[in-house]
């Protein structure tokens, strides 16, 4: 007899679950841009921004990638979805902060994309927007928070808007509806393991 129990509980507790996801269903009855921000010290950020571009391509919308610190072009996303005729891709950056060594430069490179994604952030067109490693540019001072706030809220009502780094600033992560941390418990580079190609590149 306690198979035919087991299934019993089982099939209540699911009962019960289902009354309660479609009660916050019934209750999520709005629809509007989102702004996403993937923040922590684990990996994953980009990788899964990069997700919901195909997702969104999937659904025959149209998105825009900016990238900001990271300055090479040799990518396996960028070689990707340069391939698709619905992504407008842009690499802003010069590289990390610890290779150009330079703030008057990273500041002014870092302004200078920004104002590259302020014109996408007009363009009702573009369904969904990454901004890859925004949070350092705002930082390290580079960018004003207080501006990246302001076009964000200009932007089209329905236009997405991911942004991905580590240490997002708290004014961004209350400004955004959807906020992930992601935990770094273990990664393969500390135990001398090179960036791998289709994982890290």
Request: overall charge negative.
């Amino acid at each position: 007899m306690e198979k035919p129990d087991r299934e019993q509980r089982h099939r209540n507790r699911m009962q019960r679950k289902k009354e309660v996801v479609d009660k916050a269903i019934a209750r999520a009855d709005q629809e509007q841009g989102l702004i996403l921000v993937l923040t922590g010290n684990g990996k994953g950020k980009s990788s899964s921004a990069f997700g919901m571009v195909a997702r969104a391509l999937g659904h025959g919308m149209k998105a825009g990638v900016a990238q900001f610190i990271k300055g090479r072009s040799d990518t396996g996303e960028e070689a990707f979805f340069s391939q698709h005729d619905g992504v407008i891709w842009h690499v802003l950056g010069e590289g990390f902060t610890w290779e150009t060594q330079n703030l008057a430069r990273d500041t002014e490179t870092a302004q200078k994309g920004w104002a590259v994604v302020r014109e996408m952030l007009q363009d009702p067109a573009l369904n969904l927007i990454v901004l890859d490693e925004l949070t350092y540019p705002l930082k390290f001072g580079w960018l004003d928070l207080t501006t990246v706030l302001t076009d964000l809220e200009n932007r089209p009502p329905m236009q997405h808007v991911v942004i991905t780094g580590r240490a997002a600033p708290d004014g961004l992560c209350e400004a955004a509806d959807t906020v992930t941390e992601m935990n770094d418990v273990k990664h393969a580079f500390r135990a001398g393991i090179i960036a791998q190609k289709g994982i890290d590149l």
